[in-house]
């Protein structure tokens, strides 16, 4: 979870590699309506996230009775993290880094539907892993395969396998 340009996909597909899990980026589960305002700089709604989030929560919910799934989705608010919660039991990886860093990356890619200037609104919204989601934070200082290997190393920990209801407390890893 994070911000759009703070590496989640980088970051999901090299936990894939690790992991031997499959992963999707919920980007791509947006409904067109949704990617043509993005497109055009002007920030989601809730009402155009819910069902966006029940989509991305119904796979979470599908790969839950296999192997699992590693989604690469914004999640930037408790109540978006709750309603995937909903469908699945998750872990959040909540990845962050300095607004700066973040604006010169999102300059610098391309192909990508979101804009750079969303990236204030974003930031305006996000609201962190509270004490009691089952999650960890992850500063954006090292490349994606190194975060990943130290995602792996937190969910193989007593802290990343602890269910939500217990999860309270965990230490936040920066």
């Avoid at 990617?35 to 979470?60: N, Q, T, Y």
Wanted: one cysteine or more; hydrophobic letters at 40%; a neutral charge.
């Amino acid at each position: 979870m994070g911000v759009t340009a703070v590496g989640k996909s980088s970051v999901a597909a090299a936990l894939s590699d690790v992991l031997t899990v499959d992963w999707i980026d919920a980007d791509n589960l947006h409904p067109e309506p949704n990617i043509r305002k993005m497109s055009s700089g002007i920030p989601l709604l809730d009402e155009d996230r819910w069902p966006w989030l029940d989509e991305v929560g119904a796979r979470l919910a599908a790969a839950s009775r296999g192997t699992g799934l590693i989604v690469a989705c914004s999640a930037l608010r408790r109540s978006y993290r709750d309603r995937l919660r909903l469908h699945a039991s998750v872990g959040f990886i909540h990845l962050t880094g300095p607004a700066d860093t973040l604006r010169r990356r999102a300059q610098e890619r391309t192909g990508h539907f979101m804009p750079p200037s969303l990236l204030d609104s974003q930031l305006s919204i996000l609201e962190p892993l509270d004490q009691d989601e089952r999650g960890v934070t992850f500063e954006i200082n090292e490349p994606a395969h190194a975060i990943a290997e130290r995602v792996r190393r937190w969910i193989m920990s007593d802290a990343g396998r602890r269910p939500p209801s217990t999860a309270a407390m965990q230490p936040r890893i920066t």
